[in-house]
C-alpha cells in the first residue's frame, strides 16, 4: 500500500473508531461491506471501499442524527468466506445495511440477506440475475450487458464482420459474450469463437495468439477490474496493437485504474463504458481530484459504485428519517435519481437494479496520459436482459 494511500486509511480509521465509541449504540448505523480486500481481486476491494469512504470523508460521518459506521469484511474473493462473513455482519455486528461485491459472494449471501431482511446495496456485480437473488438487493454498480450489446452495435455499424470474443472464464464473462452474440449476430456479423480464460492468474497469451489465427477483424474482450494492465502488455507483446485487428469491449478492458501505466498501447481502442475518470462534468472533475488526494491514484468504474452505493444509503436514511426497516428502505430506494460523477443514475423501480448512461469512449493521448474519451452517449440504459425477460 502505498504510504499516502495508508495514512489516509488510518485516519478515517481512527476517527471512526472515535466517533463511534462517543456515540449510543442504537444511534449508530452499521454498514458491513463484503469484498475482496486479499487475493487476485484485491484491486476491485480496494477501488469500491476508496469510493464509500471518499463519499463518508465529503458528507460526514453523521446522518439523519446518527452515526455511520462502515465495516469492511475481506472474502479474498471466495464465495464461502463471503456468506460466512455476511453471517457474522448480520448477527455478530447487528449491520443495518450490508454492501455486497463481486457476482460470486453477492449470490452466496443473498438467501441470507433475504432471510434476515437486510437491505443490501450491490457495490460490484456486474451479473445480471444477481438483483433476481434477493427482493432487498439494489445495484449502484453496473451490468455487462448494458455495454455489450451497446459496443456490438458500434462495431457492426463501423464496418466489423468477423469477431472473436475473449472473455474471463466466470459469470459476467459469460453475460458479456451472451450480449455481444446476440446484437453482433443480429446486425450480420459472425462470432468465429469463444475463448474462455481463467479467472486466477490469467495469461492470456495463448488465447490471443489463437485469436488472431483465426484472423477476425474486431476481437471482443472482457476481463475484471485489475487485469486491464495484463491484457494490454500481453496484446502489444503479440504484436496485435499493429496487426489491424479492432479490441473492442466493454469498460472493463480499459480500467481507469490501469490506464496510466498502458503508454501507447491501448491509444485508439474503443468501448462502450458507464464510467471514464475524463467523464466532463464539473461533479466528476471534483470527483476525481478528490480521490486523487485520499488515495493517489486515478478514480475508475469500481470506485463509483462503492461511492454512489453510500450516497444511496445516505439518501435513504435522509428520506426515511433513519428509521431502518429492510422493507421501507427498499420501498424508499426504488425510482431515486441523481447525479453520480459518471452522469445521472437512478434505480428502476421494478428491477432495483441501476440505470445509467452509457457511453462509447476511445482511447487518447491528454497530457501524456491515456484516458477513455467519451464521444457517443446512450441515456438511460436499464439492463438489457432483465428488459428482454419482460418483452
Ligand atoms: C463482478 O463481480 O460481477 C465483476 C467484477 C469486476 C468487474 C466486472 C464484474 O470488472
Redesign the pocket.
Known amino acids: 500500500m502505498c504510504p499516502r494511500y495508508f495514512l489516509a486509511a488510518c485516519l478515517v480509521a481512527a476517527i471512526s473508531w472515535v466517533d463511534v465509541r462517543a456515540a449510543p449504540a442504537q444511534d449508530v448505523v452499521k454498514i458491513g461491506v463484503v469484498i475482496p480486500m486479499t487475493g487476485g481481486?484485491a484491486p476491485?476491494g480496494r477501488e469500491v471501499a476508496s469510493g464509500a469512504k471518499l463519499y463518508i470523508q465529503q458528507h460526514g460521518e453523521t446522518v439523519a442524527g446518527r452515526k455511520i459506521e462502515l465495516i469492511i469484511r475481506d472474502d479474498a474473493g471466495v464465495p464461502d468466506n463471503g456468506k460466512r462473513l455476511a453471517q457474522e455482519l448480520i448477527v455478530k455486528d447487528k449491520v443495518s445495511f450490508l454492501g455486497a461485491?463481486?457476482?460470486?459472494t453477492?449470490m452466496a449471501m443473498a438467501p441470507l440477506v433475504t432471510e434476515a431482511k437486510v437491505a443490501t446495496v450491490v457495490m460490484?456485480?456486474?451479473?445480471s440475475v444477481?438483483t433476481e437473488r434477493s427482493p432487498y438487493y439494489v445495484r449502484t454498480?453496473f451490468t455487462?450487458g448494458q455495454q455489450s450489446g451497446i459496443i456490438a452495435d458500434w462495431a457492426i455499424q463501423n464496418g466489423s464482420k468477423k469477431a472473436v470474443c475473449i472473455v474471463t472464464d466466470?459469470?459476467?464473462g459469460a453475460e458479456a459474450s451472451k450480449v455481444f452474440d446476440q446484437h453482433f449476430i443480429k446486425g450480420g456479423g459472425q462470432v468465429l469463437d469463444t475463448l474462455k480464460v481463467p479467472l486466477a492468474n490469467p495469461d492470456f497469451a495463448p488465447f490471443l495468439q489463437r485469436a488472431r489465427d483465426l484472423q477476425p477483424d474486431t476481437l471482443f474482450v472482457f476481463?475484471?477490474?485489475g487485469q486491464a494492465g495484463t491484457l494490454a502488455r500481453q496484446f502489444a507483446e503479440r504484436g496485435l496493437d499493429k496487426s489491424g485487428i479492432k479490441l473492442i469491449g466493454p469498460g472493463?478492458i480499459v480500467?481507469d485504474d490501469d490506464l496510466p501505466g498502458t503508454g501507447d498501447t491501448l491509444l485508439g481502442v474503443v468501448t462502450a463504458g458507464i464510467y471514464s475518470a475524463a467523464h466532463p462534468s464539473s461533479i466528476n472533475k471534483d470527483y476525481v481530484a478528490a480521490y486523487a488526494r485520499a488515495t493517489g491514484h486515478r478514480a475508475n468504474?469500481?470506485s463509483v459504485g462503492g461511492y454512489d452505493g453510500m450516497h444511496l444509503i445516505y439518501s435513504v436514511l435522509e428520506k426515511t428519517g433513519s428509521k431502518i426497516d429492510a422493507d421501507a428502505v427498499v420501498t424508499a430506494m426504488k425510482g431515486m435519481k441523481w447525479e453520480s460523477p459518471r452522469g445521472p443514475i437512478s434505480i428502476d423501480p421494478r428491477t432495483r437494479d441501476i440505470v445509467q448512461n452509457v457511453y462509447i469512449r476511445k482511447i487518447e493521448k491528454l497530457d501524456s496520459e491515456p484516458w477513455a474519451v467519451e464521444f457517443a452517449t446512450f441515456e438511460a440504459v436499464k439492463d438489457p436482459l432483465k428488459e428482454a425477460a419482460v418483452q
Open positions: 481481486l476491485v461485491g463481486t457476482t460470486p453477492a460490484v456485480s456486474g451479473t444477481v454498480s455487462l466466470w459469470t459476467p476481463v475484471p477490474a472493463d480500467d468504474f469500481i
